[in-house]
């Protein structure tokens, strides 16, 4: 099974500064990962797929890359409703998994 | 729109089962896989299965194999999840999804990512 480490577990900062998050993988992953967004109270919505693309309907203030076993995704400049716990996941191998989380909360 | 209802969640004893149900609408449910993936409470989230368009193929978590069991029915646009010696630790939401795979220009791409979530059904295993 491949281990997913997130870091930092947690990420205090201001609205518009930039956010960078960091998700290593225990092997190789090449480019199969996504990452996720979670507010308290709802659901996760996907974010990121293969790495860097971006889904349907996510501000380009977003952007994810890496490859292998490091990847990053950064928020260019904070908006309020980005305060969040953010999840990558791998899809290279089964069964699949998620990372821990980072949360992102304002200083 | 894309829309995902779960139901069926509840209280059920250490040992007992529980059969989840997932309702999908506004997209072509018979050409995508589905996915369970649950949250225990205050906690990050846990894949537990997947499966294929046309139920073909399906997939687990370790600690589910053997316990629980996917399955759909294209008829009916609906996903299920079938929960058996069922574990205090089995306690969470539990979440469908759509999974984000498509092709295109000969490519696939997103292929086992979670696109769009309900959201979600609580299931307490508790004495």
């Known amino acids: 099974e491949i281990v997913l480490t997130q870091s930092p577990a947690t990420l205090s900062l201001s609205p518009g500064e930039r956010a960078t998050l960091s998700c290593r993988a225990s092997q190789s992953v090449s480019s199969s990962l996504a990452w996720y967004q979670q507010k308290p109270g709802q659901a996760p919505r996907l974010l990121i797929y293969d790495a860097s693309n971006r889904a349907t309907g996510i501000p380009a203030r977003f952007s994810g890359s890496g490859s292998g076993t490091g990847f990053t995704l950064t928020i260019s400049s904070l908006e309020p409703e980005d305060f969040a716990v953010y999840y990558c996941?791998?899809?290279?191998?089964?069964?699949?998994?998620f990372g821990g989380g980072t949360k992102v909360e304002i200083k | 729109q894309v829309q995902l209802v779960e139901s069926g969640g509840g209280v059920v004893q250490p040992g007992g089962s529980l059969r989840l149900s997932c309702a999908a609408s506004?997209?072509?449910?018979?050409?995508?896989?589905m996915h369970w993936v649950r949250q225990a409470p205050g906690k990050g989230l846990e894949w537990v299965s997947f499966?294929?368009?046309?139920?073909?193929?399906?997939y687990y978590a370790d600690s589910m194999k053997g316990r629980f069991t996917i399955s759909r029915d294209n008829s009916k646009n609906t996903v299920y999840l079938q929960m058996n010696s069922l574990r205090p630790e089995d306690t969470a939401v539990y979440y469908c999804?759509?999974?984000?795979?498509?092709?295109?220009?000969?490519?696939?791409?997103?292929?086992?990512?979670?696109?769009?979530w309900g959201r979600g059904t609580t299931v307490t295993v508790s004495s």
């Open positions: 996941q791998q899809r290279r191998v089964w069964p699949l998994s």
């Open positions: 506004g997209f072509t449910f018979s050409s995508y896989g």
């Open positions: 999804a759509k999974d984000a795979g498509y092709c295109s220009g000969g490519s696939c791409y997103g292929y086992y990512q979670m696109a769009v």
């Open positions: 499966i294929q368009y046309d139920g073909s193929n399906h």
